[in-house]
């Protein structure tokens, strides 16, 4: 079990990785093409309103509720299943387009409610409500995207999914190299470059879907599984949601800060996000049919050490990469996009909010192991209280913060915050006895300490001063960050060996 489940994470890591790394291609490029100020904080603000609701209606609120109910259909009747999947996704579809027409027809509003400070320039709100318009019937179809993922997921098909959003990269990529540059409004013509990668993702995984015979009609008929998805849905959609809820917030305030402001928190936000993307994500991808099928067998022990397995994973991964990331913050937004309209004071003003998100990037993948633990047992209530008190949090702090820190204040608000929903995730598993902890976790810790600090000693040692960065050409900060990556990663996880810290550790342990 153990082993499947490494290869699966694997499999999955490697495809994010790829998807991670083309978005990181789209962001250079998008930094290089289109200039740091109202044209990308449009942009951002409009792609960020249909994002955010498919991280509810695709593999947030929806994927949680969906996928514990489907494992347990189809481990007990694969027609069942079947009928299951065409009613849920008749449903599914009839919801998002809806919204996606809704969305259209009421966009100046919607930019009204989340980017208030544009209503100041009419120009920038224009621009805004105008890409917002061509974006959202985006929202139907990846969310059909997101439900293919899910079913593919459950069927140990991590492959399709995971590759998948490299397809909306590609269509960035080609948009922004190809129209971008002679459109009249470049906003637009990126919205309509999203849009279409929408279609072409959906096309991308149906034949997966046939070939697990599981591609069926959508149909409107009662389910009375379909029901019980929408029912669990509901308090999930603000559970799993809230750190795009709270991106949303802080987008609202951002809107008051000075131009640039939003595209700052924007490409810092994209470097934080790799660790937790690359890693973070496909272990929970893995980790949540994982507890479900652990639930429908009963075996309590189990479900608790698969937390576990995962809980040391994260620890292991995702602590070196935020240190690494605060400490090579103005190295990696340098050597990733300060060329022709990304300036040296962008790379600056990035640098600042990356250091705060790198506080919480622990928490954000502790959030991503921790609540599959709730949803796997179809409880989504639980995580809803903390997910509503850890927005207050946000709100509060954010309140607090962007007086003295602007933009970065944001984002280290967003970090605390995180820090809070991790910590009562982890609290309330532990209370109704879900998730006891292994022994050697002390020792574990010791060892990742020590191996971390000889890491940032190395990097220090390595990195230089800022300056430098700034002034080097592209190729001496490409062969440079990778040469201080390397021998960082090789340093941190010889300590870990010689530490006494050995692969088979991290195996998935067996129940006594």
Known sequence: MSLKLLKSTAIVSVMTFVSRVSGLIRDVIMANVVETGAVSDAFFVAFRIPNFLRRIFGEGAFS?????????LNEQNT??????????????????????VLGVAFAPWVIRLFAPGYVDEPEKFATTVEA?????????????????????????????????????????????????????????TLAIGVMSAGVIQLLFQLPALKKEGILVRPTLKKNPGTTKVFKLMLPAMFGVSVAQINTLINTMLASFLVSGSISWLYYSDRLMEFPVGVFGIALATVVLPGLSKERQRGTPESFSNMI?????????????????????????????????AFKESD??????????????????????????????QQNTK????????????????????????????LALAISLAAWVNAGLLGFMLWKVSVYRPS???????????????????????????????????????VSQLVQIISIAG??????????????HQMLLRKPQ
């Open 132 to 188: 917002l318009r061509i974006m959202f019937p985006y929202l139907f179809f990846i969310s059909l995207v997101a439900m293919s993922g899910a079913i593919l997921n459950t069927l140990n098909r991590f492959a399709v999914p995971a590759v998948t959003p490299v397809l909306l990269n590609i269509c960035f990529i080609v948009t922004l190299l190809v129209f971008v540059q002679h459109a009249d409004d470049a906003a637009q």
């Open 439 to 477: 022994k050697g976790w002390y020792l574990f810790l010791l060892r990742i300490i020590a191996a971390i600090g000889v890491m940032s000693v190395v990097i220090v040692f390595l990195r230089g001063k800022d300056d430098a960065w700034l002034a080097a050409d592209l190729w001496s900060r």
């Open 382 to 409: 639980t995580p809803v209280k903390i997910a509503a008190f850890s927005v207050a949090c946000n709100i509060v702090l954010s309140l607090i913060l962007i007086g003295p820190l602007k933009h970065a204040g």
């Open 64 to 72: 949680q509720a969906f996928v514990p109910v489907y494992t347990e």
């Open 490 to 503: 090789v340093a941190y996880f010889a300590v870990l060996y010689l530490l006494g810290l050995r692969p």
């Open 308 to 340: 576990d397995w995962a809980m040391r994973w994260v620890v292991m991964i995702a602590l070196p990469a935020a240190v690494a990331l605060a400490l090579l913050a103005v190295p990696l937004l340098a050597t990733m996009f300060q060329y022709n």
């Open 79 to 100: 027609q069942e299943a079947k009928q299951f999947v065409a009613a849920t996704s008749g449903r599914l579809g009839s919801i998002v387009f809806l919204l996606s």
């Open 347 to 376: 790379v600056i003003q990035a640098s600042i909010s990356l250091m705060a998100y790198s506080t919480g990037v622990l928490a954000f993948v502790m959030i991503k192991v921790l609540a599959p633990g709730f949803y796997a």
